[in-house]
């Protein structure tokens, strides 16, 4: 009986944990309450924990052509840097052994880059696979994350707070009839990539109260982007066309208008609708501070009669 | 020299009995710097525990280490027979094709049919099988020479061609996964690819040791082969399966490694001449020794930034390549 007692007094405090299950169809066991997190993939789960104050032991982030480092977008929109925040990776060079030297208790990573180095990962640490390209809506991506990372109720009260902000932008007006649609043109192979769900994009004109245009309608329900040939341009009604740069790339907002003029040549003269150009630094990843800033950038003259 | 064990005996040049040990020595020097090699640094006994296996630093860096060891073995053996088969120092499953072949079967295999690694294997297999008849009968029946390389770059171009399009054709996470693979890389090894690699290194390379007596007579062409009783009907068909066989698990494994079989090959012979099962020995061991060099460097060289052993491969390989036309074309004058 002694024994009995004693041994209960020595087993370890029950660790707080929950199991998740994630976007590769993994059952993960992950702390309740992560303290050291290792985001391996820089503009989408580094933004997202930045935002969310979450204590990050390491993230990855991309080469300049300087050689310098820097995290793609989380710098842009929160003025993250590496050292600031240690270095986990080179972005998409996932090295498992750098990631343990920074003793995480939980690692998030992306299905395209990620995936294959899994089993090593999860030999370091409980790991989290993200899929942001798979199709889903980017609030309900951010809302899991939160979850993982024991951030729920902050997540749900910046929501709260986005959306009266929306309210503010909207200013009354009603724009539901109004129509969005995100395209990247590529001039270099005369394609157009049609995307359903662009990170802060799609926040931003969903909470306003736009509708995704019916081009959308070709991106395949399990992905957030196709790519079409340049020829397809006339499909493309919508009252708003959201085009975006790079300005890590030192690129401008002609830079998107110019690529569309040599994939489509005279279309955008033609669109009869609004033409915005948003950073994407800023507007592709999922968060409410980018989401905001496209909210602001929509044309303040927008009116729609009916839906394009 | 002929050596002698009990009632076996064996003929081996007086260049292999120098070259064995050296090499052995040197792949396990190399050995001991790649389990040292990363982000963590390691004391001896660290290594020794890590050889082991025990430890994070053991389950993270033994498997690809031993991977790379059997893969690049397997590759190199690989390329040995083709160079064979084919009477053509140059031939290599990267160059001739049956990497890209196997490459595009796993391709449809895996997204079209969502098959597992296990299964992949057997599809890679069937996919170099057809390249390499395909390769095999063009080259011989169509051109002298060099012919065989012309057509085994030519499939790789058009399968090269398909491989782009299967990536691009699907999603960015789908083309991001498939990136680095495509490139030959062992960063994604695990505990499971290696018993996978291992499991078939245990069927091919006994078989390939089995067959290696009968490649000398090869060497003389194919009729003269004939002519001393070699059964050739059955002997090429059996050696390009082996061929297969050796270089699919490698590419489901770690994505097609060019120029291996090539590098190999083509210093195993000036080190120990032309013997066949000589050269098959010496090649692997310098194969293993290769992709364990190019993937230790790819990763810990230039930290952080990580290099896929493939282009460290391919790279070395494009020097070898040149330098072998260049005795070649010496040997002819």
């Known amino acids: 009986m002694i024994r009995l007692v004693l041994a209960a007094l020595l087993l370890p405090l029950p660790l707080l944990a929950k199991d998740i299950t994630d976007d590769a169809g993994f059952t993960v066991t992950i702390p309740d309450d992560p303290q050291r997190v290792v985001s391996l993939h820089d503009w989408i789960t580094t933004v997202m924990a930045a935002e969310l104050g979450v204590p990050l032991a390491g993230t990855s982030a991309r080469l300049r052509s300087d050689g310098s480092l820097y995290v793609r977008s989380a710098e842009e929109l929160f003025g993250m840097t590496v050292p600031e925040v240690p270095l986990a990776s080179i972005h998409g060079q996932t090295d498992p052994e750098q990631v343990a030297a920074l003793r995480p208790d939980l690692i998030i990573g992306n299905l395209g880059d990620t995936l294959d180095q899994r089993d090593q990962l999860a030999l370091v640490a409980p790991t989290i696979i993200m899929d942001p390209e798979g199709g889903r809506d980017p609030l309900d991506l951010y809302r899991a994350f939160a979850g993982w990372v024991n951030r729920s109720e902050l997540f749900e009260a910046k929501l709260a707070a986005f959306q009266a902000d929306a309210q503010g932008v909207a200013g009354g007006r009603d724009l539901s009839a109004c129509t969005y649609l995100p395209v990247l043109a590529n001039d270099r192979d005369g394609t157009l990539t049609i995307l359903r769900h662009y990170g802060g994009v799609t926040m931003a004109l969903d909470t306003l109260g736009l509708t995704l245009a019916d081009a959308a309608g070709m991106v395949p329900e399990s992905q957030s982007r196709t790519v079409v040939s340049a020829e397809m341009a006339g499909a493309l009604r919508a009252d708003v066309l959201v085009l975006t740069y790079l300005s890590s790339r030192e690129e401008t907002p002609d830079t998107p208008r110019n690529a569309f003029d040599r994939a489509a040549p005279g279309f955008l003269q033609g669109f009869g609708g609004h033409v915005m150009a948003v950073e994407r630094e800023r507007a592709y990843p999922i968060s409410f501070q980018g989401a905001a800033e496209v909210m602001r950038a929509l044309p303040a003259d927008i009116a729609c009669a009916e839906p394009r | ?333």
């Open chain 2, 1 to 333: 020299m002929i050596l002698r064990t009990g009632p076996f005996s064996a003929q081996v040049s007086r260049r292999f009995l120098w070259a064995l040990p050296v090499l052995l020595a040197a792949v396990a020097a190399l050995v001991w710097i790649a389990i040292g090699a990363g982000a963590t640094p390691t004391t001896a006994t660290e290594r020794l525990s890590a050889l082991r296996g025990e430890g994070l630093i053991g389950d993270l860096r033994r498997p690809r280490i031993l991977v790379a060891l059997l893969g690049g073995a397997m590759t190199a053996a690989s390329g040995i027979i083709l160079q064979t088969v084919s009477r053509n120092g140059l031939a290599d499953p990267g160059l001739l094709g049956l990497s890209q072949g196997s490459v595009v079967a796993i391709l449809i295999g895996g997204l079209v049919f969502g098959l597992g690694s296990g299964a992949l294997v057997w599809v890679g297999l069937g996919g170099a099988l057809a390249v390499s008849v395909l390769v095999l009968g063009l080259g011989r029946g169509t051109l002298a020479g060099g012919g065989i390389v012309l057509v085994g770059l030519a499939v790789n171009i058009v399968l090269g061609s398909v491989t782009e399009i299967v990536m691009t054709s699907g999603d960015a996470t789908r083309f991001a996964r498939l990136a680095v693979w495509s490139r030959g890389s062992l960063a994604g090894v695990s505990a499971g690819d290696l018993r996978l690699i291992a499991v078939w290194a245990l069927v091919t390379v006994p078989l390939l040791l089995a067959l290696s007596r009968h490649l000398a007579p090869l060497l003389l062409g194919h009729d003269a082969a004939r002519g001393v009783g070699v059964d050739t009907r059955r002997l090429l068909p059996a050696l390009v399966l082996l061929a297969a066989a050796l270089s699919a698990p490698v590419v489901v494994v770690c994505g097609p490694i060019s120029f291996l079989g090539l590098i190999a090959g083509y210093v195993a012979r000036r080190l120990v001449g032309d013997a066949p099962t000589e050269v098959l020995v010496t090649g692997m061991i310098l194969g293993g020794g290769i992709l364990l060099l190019a993937d230790t460097a790819g990763r810990a060289a230039l930290a952080p930034l990580v290099v896929p052993a493939g282009l460290m491969t391919s790279v070395a390989g494009v020097v070898v390549f040149l330098l072998a036309i260049a005795a070649d074309r010496r040997l002819n004058r």
